[in-house]
Each structure stands twice: as structure tokens, then as C-alpha cells.
């Protein structure tokens, strides 16, 4: 029975308007092609990098700093975006960057989300005093930009850690302060939409019944509000990964030896004008391209999803 | 001559599923000063053919063939441009809804103003000049004063008669009319369709006005066009429309009309309006789960009351402040008492905002009452603080809700819907028994065989009603509370719901509280009704007496603002489904 209820869920879903706008919608094709396959290779860095750029027996300091081959005959067949200050190879430092750029994207969204729910929900169900001690938490932490949020974090963790441990633990830090900086938009969303949705008639047939309140957050309130997630859930996504990467260009987010795409750029960064310009400019335009299709995803999503606009 | 006519009109709005044909080859004709009503329920195309004709369609909504012609011209084929100079100079249009069909950043003097002297070309005194005695026309007390106020300072119906002056300020030869009064309170409807009456005859325009409701047919049209399923069902004079119909479908609207004249014991059924069920004819309480295991340590008192109001109030909030003094409170219900008996239909009735539904809120526990006490099988239960207890109570009383759209869960299958309560109160042994239980309510109420699978909006309106019906039988319940139960329904499925739950109240001996502001309603469900007004109760009587000789003077108001259907025929109707869809 369980198995002819997801195949009909399914057989809805492919026969509803959001999946006819999505196959009529080259925007929302590319984009979302284009984000599928940077997931899929950065997925796939310890199969298909040529390099392993955390095995340091690896790294030959005498391959530093090789322009990529097409651009010069200085360049080594071997390296084809180049190589770094430490001859690490560039391409394989995107692939495996992404990979951490993007673990660390998701799980805060994810975590942001699972906050931002539980806090919408208990807010706008309850109402009263624990809304209002909720909303104006949210309201001081909006008055903090999410990069200071995360900046104050990490320092935090800096000195409560000692420094080899910190390098170890830096990514969950990472996820830990940018998760903490994102939850405000869910939870106003969702409380708005339970505020809506708890004086609807169903929520008092529920109360009539006799179900008991959590039951009635849960089971009846808690699935109606949670659509809006999806489009906050990818728009976020896009803004989680600049956040590591700014976190990690400003140098406390993930460590040299680790990097994720934005401990590349700022490794390249000081190599810019010295003429060196492939170190920092691939891994940047990389950042670009997987941003910009999650965001131009979101965007269509937002607008296929809103009755308004169709 | 012909003012209008519309000869075959069918009109489509393409989507991806095909072409949805709104209105199917519709002809009609409007004389000069004439009122043609077009009536239909919900989906029946009736809008869509009023805003045909001035063009007005939604996209992608257009004219798939026929002709519209208009003082002998063909309209339908014309530029943009001449049908914009079409609209408002030559034919009029009244909105439904007067808050939205005018601009609320505007005074009506610039609104009325801009108007004339676009079609007109009078000039600035000149309009101005017009503007006053259009107002005057429509009955808007001093209207030098009154033409530099906004909107917002005009009551509902005053701002229907504004808009009505608009649609004069062209001198229009047709007016259309769509659903102009149904906004309205009752006693206010009653005069704009003097008005509207009034006008035409005065100022020879013929009018079109769409409607759902056949006491605003029977008050003002001359003729009369019957549309359903996007087709044009039967047309001709009013009188003989409504007195002697001769096409199936326009017999079955009309007896399914609740009589404000006589009380009847069933609606005829009508099968083709929606697929339904008849409830089974052999119904045995006593062998069915729903009679089973009754809960006897809870009786009823010795004279037979099962539910006892005593000296309810309530009260809201309407502004807070730290100081008591400074709070102001709304006294929705004052001191209300009454008592019911058990097996009887007691009714409540009143215009909105009198604070019915807010004593059902009470009764089931929604709302805790500001004081007074509820008297439920002989224990005040709102004073019960033990949770088991408090369900046991609670079980035994279940409500039918006003909005079948949003009274269901639209993330639940119907069958978890119904097992719910069954599930949460432990009815059924198991989870394989209390499918069982779900289907056989489901029959009962007369939903097809397939109907547990599927999602809410799978469902049309009345159908819904029936799931919620079915919810609140799952409990068990003695007692069932109906908040206006069928006042979101067309009154064809009005009828199957009302039947439905007489026939359920006689098999299953329900105790049921009736609420609604539709006095035929009332008559037809209840036994004894209650007329409240301001929170307080103003008159109690058995509904005969009610209705025969009302004592209060505001039970009389409202009994006068009842529509007059004298035309409609008394003799019963057959109807079989073969005549319309052939």
C-alpha cells in the first residue's frame, strides 16, 4: 500500500503545474542542469580529481606556481588551470573546495531550517509571551549582518579551542555560525503562515475532536506551512555558500590545508598581482557559476510556486 | 428594436489541458428598459457571458464563435479602441462588491467627474453639474456635501449606489449587472433593486443581471435566463419561469429552494447535480457501530435536557492597555439562556456578528466563556478541569463547520481524516477496524465507494461538507452542532446536505443545534429557534409559532425581508438525470 501511495504521490506531482512549468522553462532547465552538475563533480572529487590535494606526500613544491597550459609554455600538461604557491593543482582544489563549500552550504541550511521551523511554529501557535520573546530575539539578530554573527562565533570558538583542534573542528564551527545567522527568515515565515493556518476551520475541528495542542501543531498545522521552505530553503542555500566563502577569504573559516573555495581564493588573492592571476581567478569564477544557478533556481521556483504571479 | 442580442455565443479560455469551454452556443436578446436575469449556480458561465459582452473576458478567455450585436451593429468583431469607447459610454457595469469597484484614493465627485466629462464632454461645471443630479437619481441624500467624500466614509450600500451613478455617467443604453446585491445585508438589497428597477424604467435602459439567487429574479427581472454547465438551460418570462418551468434542471433549482412558506419534510432529490448516493434505506442503530457502545453512564436529566446554557456572556479584547480602566472589551454574547431537549433541532438565527457562532464556540469549548455556566448531559462541563474526563464530554459533541474549502485538512486523505477521531479516542480495536468504520460513514453519508484514497480538493463543495459530516460522526456524538452548515453551498447541493443530515438525524437520534442567518433554512431543519441580535436572545419560539406570529419587532423585521416566492409552484417535481444531458 505504502509503495501505490508514493508512486501516485509521484504520478501527481509529474502531472502537476509546478513540473509543466519547470519542462517549459528553459531558465529553470539550465539552472537547475547547471547546478545538478556542479553537485555531481564536486560529489565526485575522489574519482575524478586528478590529484589528491589533501595527501601532501603528493605535492611537489617543484610544480608552484605553473600557469594552466594552455596559456603558456611554462605550463605542465598535467595541471590544466595551473597550480598554486604549494603546486597543488588547481582543478583539483575547485572540485574538492566545492565539495566543502557545498557540505557546509547545506548543512546550515538544513539546520537553519530544523530552528527556524520548531521557533515559527512554537511562536505563532502559542502566541502571547512566547512569540513576542521569540520575534524580538530575531529582531536583535537582524540588526547584526550574518557575516558579523559568524565572525564573532568563530572568534569565540578561537579562543575556547586550542589551535590544532580548531583547524579540525573549523567546519563545524562554520556550519555551526552560519546556521545560527540564518534561522530568522524561517521562523517568519512560518510564524506568519501558522498564524494564518491555526484560525482555519480544520485547525478547530481538531480542537473539537479533543487532540491534544502539539498533535494539532504537528500533524495538522506543521505540513500545510512548510511550501514556502522549499524556496527559502534554495535562496538560502545560494547565501550560505558566499557566506563560507566570505567567512573563509577573511580567513576564519576553513584552514590552507582544507580548503574550501573560498580559502582559495584568498590563497590566490595574494598572488594577483604579481601576475598570477589563475589561482584565484578559477576557483572564483567556479563560486560564481554554482551560485548563480542555485540562485536564478530559487528565483523561478519562488515565482512558480506563488499563485500570484501565474 | 433589439437592444442586444447574443446569437451562439460560446466562449473558451485554452490551457494545456485543452480548450475549457465556459459558455456553449447561448443566444438571448435585451429589449430597451428591460431587466434579463441570467441565474445559474457556481461554474455555470453566467459571469463570463456578462463580461463577454463588453469585452471584459479574463485572459486568455475569448470568444471561440457566435455573434454579440448591439443596437443593430456587430460588436463582437470591433477594434480595441471602439470597444473601450463602447464600454461605459453605450453600456454600463455594475460590480459586485462596492468596497473594490471603487478607488479608495479618490473622492467620488473626481471619480464621477472624470467620467462624464470623458464621455460626455461637458466640461468641468457641466460635469459637476451632472455628477449632483446623478446622485440625486440614485438616492444619495445631500449630495453637494456628500460628492467630496471618500469612499471608505460611505456605507456598503450607499457606495453600491455610487457606483450605480458611475455606471449612468455616460448615459449607457444597457447596464450589466453583475451580482450587484449579494454583498448587501438584506434590507439593503431590497432597496438598490427598487433603485435599479426604478432607473430602468425611467431611463428606457435595459439591464442584464447576473445572479445566483432566485429571490432577486423573482423581485426585479421581467425575463429570465436559466444557465448550467455552461449552457443556456431555458429562458422566457419570470413569471412563468419560476410558476410553471418547463426544463428539467430549471424544475429541480427551483424545488430545491428552501420554502420560507410552509415546512416540508425532504427536498426532491436531484441526481444530476453531483454524484451522490442515496443513505441506505435499512439503517439499524441498534446492530450499527455508531449505535454500539454508547456511553449510558452519561444520561440525560429526567425532563429530557441534554444541553443547559446558563447566563453565558462572553466578551473580547478589542484594545489592550496596562491600565484596567483604559481596556475596552466587545460583549459578544449577553446573558443568554436556553435549553435543549434532547432529539430536537434547535435553531439560532441572526445577521452577522449577533454572536451565534460564538456560543457554539462556547458549547464546544473553543472559547471559554466569559462567565456563565454550560450544562452538557447533566454536568457543567465547562468547569471540568480532568482531561480524560473533559474527552469523554467532548466526544459525545461534534460540530459541522461553515467553509467545506477550509474545514479539511488539505494534506490529509479523506480516510485519515475520518479514522482520526475514531484512532484518537480509541473507538475501533484496531487500525484494519476503524478502515472498516471509515468506509461504512463514508456510505452513510453518501460518498462514492473510491472516495477514502483521495485528497480534499479532489472534492466539490458539497461533497466536502459530506467528509465533514462523516468526521464528526466518527466520535459517536449524541449531540451535533451545525455552524451555517450550507451557506457556502449553491443551493442545489444546499438541499442534498440539509436532507442528508435530517435523514441522520431521525436514524441516529442526534440532538442538533442549527445555526444560520437564512430564515427558509431554519424553517425547514428546526423545531424551536432562537432570534438573536447584539448578543442577546430577543425571542425563543417553536418554529411555526415563529413564524406565524412573531412577537418581537425584530423577529418581524426579519421576517419581512424574507424574498416573496408566491410565483413558485407548489406541485412536486419528478426529475430524472436523461432529460439535461441529453
Redo the contacts between chains.
Sequence with gaps: MANTNSNSKLRQFFAGDLW?SFVHSPVALISFMITALCLLLAFSAQVIAPFDIFDLAAIDLMDADLPPPWTSDEGDSRFILGTDDQGRDIWSGILYGAQISIFVGFSSVIISAIIGIALGLLAGYKGGRIDSFIMRVADIQLSFPAILIALLIDGVMRGLLPRELHDELAIYVLIFAISISGWVQYARTIRGSVMVEKH???V????????PQH?IALR?IL??VLSPIFVIGTIHLASAIITEATLSFLGVGMSPTTPSLGTLIRIGNEYLLSGEWWITLFPGAALVILVLSVNIFGDWLRDALNPKLQ | MTLLATKNISIGFPS?HGMFVAVKDVSFSVEPGEILGIVGESGAGKSTVGNAIISLLQPPGKVISGEVWFNSKRIDNLSVEQKRRLRGKKIGMIFQDPQTSLDPLKTIKQQLVETIDLHLRLGRKGSEKRAIELLEQVGIPDPQLRMHHYPHQFSGGMRQRVVIALALCGEPELIIADEPTTALDVSVQKQILDLMRKLCIEKNVGMILVTHDMGVIAEVTDRVAVMYNSKLMEIGDTKQILGNPQHPYTQSLISAIPRPDKRIERFPLVTYIEDVIEPQDEFDLSSHWLGQSRDFSMQVEEDGTILQVKDLCMRFQISNSIFKSKRRYLDAVKMVNFSIKEGETFGIVGESGSGKSTIA?MV???YQPYSGAVHFLGKEISAINHTPQ??AY??Q???V???PF???????RVMDIVA??IL??KLAASKEEAQHIVLDLLKLVGMADDAYAKYPHQFSGGQRQRI?IA?ALA?RPRFLICDEPTSALDVSVQAQILNLLKDLQQELNLTMMFISHDLPVIRQMCDRVAVMQHGQILELAETEQLFSEPQHNYSKHLLSLMPKLDMITERPITVTAQAVQG
Design positions: 509543466y482555519k476551520e480544520y478547530q475541528a481538531g480542537q473539537v475532536i479533543g487532540l498533535i495538522h505540513p500545510n | 494545456r464556540r464546544t469549548g473553543l473533559v474527552l467532548r466526544r459533541m461534534q460540530m463547520f461553515q467553509d477550509s474545514s479539511l485538512n488539505a494534506r490529509m482520526e477521531p484518537f479516542h465533514s468526521r466520535t
